[in-house]
Structures are given as C-alpha cells and as structure tokens.
C-alpha cells in the first residue's frame, strides 16, 4: 500500500494499526470504511468509523455477519487446548494466562511499545463457541454465502 501497488486492505486489525503504522493515522493516510466489531470501539467511534449494523437488512444476514465477527475477535489471538484437558487444567491455564496479561511490567512495556493489552476470557472465548455451534441451519448457510470466494 505504501508503494502504491495497491490502493486498499482489509482485516487490519486497530491496535495493530495504532501501533505499527502511527503516521498513517497521523497524516490521515486512511479513510476507515467500517468496524469489524460486534461493538464499537471508542477510539474508532470518535473517528466516525461505523459498526456494520445499519446496512444490514435482515435478521438472518444480521446474525451471520455477528457470528463471523464474534468468531474473528475471539480466535484472532486465541490460546488453545486440545479437547480432553480436564477442567481443572483448563482453570490452571486460564488464572495463569489472565494473571500474566495483569502484569504491571508487562503492561508498561506494552505501553511503552504502543502495543494495546485488551485480553478476553476464557470463558467469553468459549462461550462464543458455544453460540456458534447453537446457531440455526439459515444463518449458518447465509454465514457460508457470505464467505465464500
């Protein structure tokens, strides 16, 4: 994009944005269409960038797109365990994980690399799972239309 082979790109995620290329937001190098996101980020929404929810027309569309983006923010950066792992192991790992991102070294030096920290549960992570495999055979096929190549 910087070399002008190219005049868009998609799915670049906004702290990674913040963080790697500060300038183009700074020089307004960007025009940010529209948020990825089941919610609207602060930051994003104080830029005018929109959520996607007012240009969708139907509930069966509505709920595909909202299981594609639940299914982006939760696996984007997840830690996974094989099926198997007994609860308590799981528990383990979880206090493990969300005491580390806690950390106050390692969230000043995030800081100080202008890396965002936003960890999410294990438990929203799984209950995102959960609604995915419990969504209806319409919004399923609807979701494989919509991403289809």
């Given at each position: 994009?910087?070399?002008?082979?190219?005049?868009?790109?998609?799915?670049?995620?906004?702290?990674?944005?913040?963080?790697?290329?500060?300038?183009?937001?700074?020089?307004?190098?960007?025009?940010?269409?529209?948020?990825?996101?089941?919610?609207?980020d602060p930051e994003l929404a104080a830029r005018g960038v929109p959520t996607p929810w007012r240009?969708?027309?139907?509930?069966?569309?509505?709920?595909?797109?909202?299981?594609?983006?639940?299914?982006?923010?939760?696996?984007?950066?997840?830690?996974?365990?094989?099926?198997?792992?007994?609860?308590?192991?799981?528990?383990?790992?979880?206090?493990?994980?969300?005491?580390?991102?806690?950390?106050?070294?390692?969230?000043?030096?995030?800081?100080?690399?202008?890396?965002?920290?936003?960890?999410?549960?294990?438990?929203?992570?799984?209950?995102?799972?959960?609604?995915?495999?419990?969504?209806?055979?319409?919004?399923?096929?609807?979701?494989?239309?919509?991403i289809k190549p």
């Open positions: 994009m910087e070399r002008g082979e190219i005049d868009g790109v998609c799915g670049l995620d906004w702290a990674a944005l913040k963080s790697r290329q500060p300038d183009w937001l700074r020089e307004s190098k960007l025009n940010l269409l529209v948020q990825g996101a089941l919610d609207p240009y969708i027309g139907n509930d069966v569309d509505r709920r595909a797109v909202a299981l594609m983006v639940s299914f982006q923010q939760a696996f984007g950066k997840a830690y996974l365990a094989p099926p198997g792992v007994p609860a308590a192991q799981v528990s383990t790992l979880r206090a493990a994980f969300e005491a580390v991102l806690a950390d106050k070294d390692l969230l000043a030096e995030a800081e100080r690399l202008r890396i965002e920290i936003a960890p999410q549960s294990g438990e929203s992570v799984q209950r995102v799972l959960r609604g995915a495999y419990a969504a209806p055979a319409p919004v399923i096929a609807r979701l494989k239309a919509i």
